[in-house]
T-cell receptor, first 109, second 114 residues
Framework: DAKTTQPNSMESNEEEPVHLPCNHSTISGTDYIHWYRQLPSQGPEYVIHGLTSNVNNRMASLAIAEDRKSSTLILHRATLRDAAVYYCISGAGSYQLTFGKGTKLSVIP | DSGVTQTPKHLITATGQRVTLRCSPRSGDLSVYWYQQSLDQGLQFLIQYYNGEERAKGNILERFSAQQFPDLHSELNLSSLELGDSALYFC?????????????FGSGTRLTVV
């Protein structure tokens, strides 16, 4: 799997948008970018994935840079329930997903 | 409820003992993955099964073993337990044999070795 780099932690105010960055400079042309999140005391939860184009779903949006060396997960309105560790993973074409340390998102009421 | 069922939720056992963790994948999923999460190591991939056969191995100790049965449920066996084996053990499942279309994780088994 291609190596990803994420900030260790971020803070956001409730009801404001959150932009979580991820660098994956060694990504190959066929590697997808996946985002998962893990709420306290729960298993990781799939958020979104994409290859080249920006993607939207009910949980979030994924913006992928044109050169694909970075991406940004966008939560449009952060809620307290969005406080979690967010993992960016690339190279999911291999058998297993490799999780890094992720970004711990804190949401301030 | 994610659709992936792990039992038991909590397990406390003594050093040197053997335990079995069970996972039922989401309906229709053929692949099962086991992960270990300890405080200082993050999520570590242990092993993957696809339709009953071992597909990939990660950092799984020789004291640990797993299998996937014909009904697709999986068991992770941990033996000669040590204090350092205390961790959360997660099972995930996917439709295909890769993570390409996403995993569904269970809520985990918290193992405490005393």
């Amino acid at each position: 799997d291609a190596k990803t780099t994420q900030p260790n932690s971020m803070e956001s105010n409730e009801e404001e948008p959150v932009h979580l960055p991820c660098n994956h400079s060694t990504i190959s042309g066929t590697d997808y970018i996946h985002w998962y999140r893990q709420l306290p005391s729960q298993g990781p939860e799939y958020v979104i994935h994409g290859l080249t184009s920006n993607v939207n779903n009910r949980m979030a949006s994924l913006a992928i840079a044109e050169d694909r060396k970075s991406s940004t997960l966008i939560l449009h309105r952060a809620t307290l329930r969005d406080a979690a560790v967010y993992y960016c993973i690339s190279g999911a074409g291999s058998y297993q997903l490799t999780f890094g340390k992720g970004t711990k998102l804190s949401v301030i009421p | 409820d994610s659709g992936v069922t792990q039992t038991p939720k909590h397990l406390i056992t003594a050093t040197g003992q053997r335990v079995t963790l069970r996972c039922s994948p989401r309906s229709g999923d053929l692949s099962v993955y086991w992960y270990q999460q300890s405080l200082d190591q993050g999520l570590q991939f242990l092993i993957q099964y696809y339709n009953g056969e071992e597909r990939a191995k990660g950092n799984i100790l020789e004291r640990f073993s797993a299998q996937q049965f014909p009904d697709l449920h999986s068991e992770l066996n941990l033996s000669s337990l040590e204090l350092g084996d205390s961790a959360l053990y997660f099972c995930a499942s996917s439709l295909v044999g890769t993570g390409l279309y996403g995993y569904t994780f269970g809520s985990g088994t918290r193992l405490t070795v005393v």
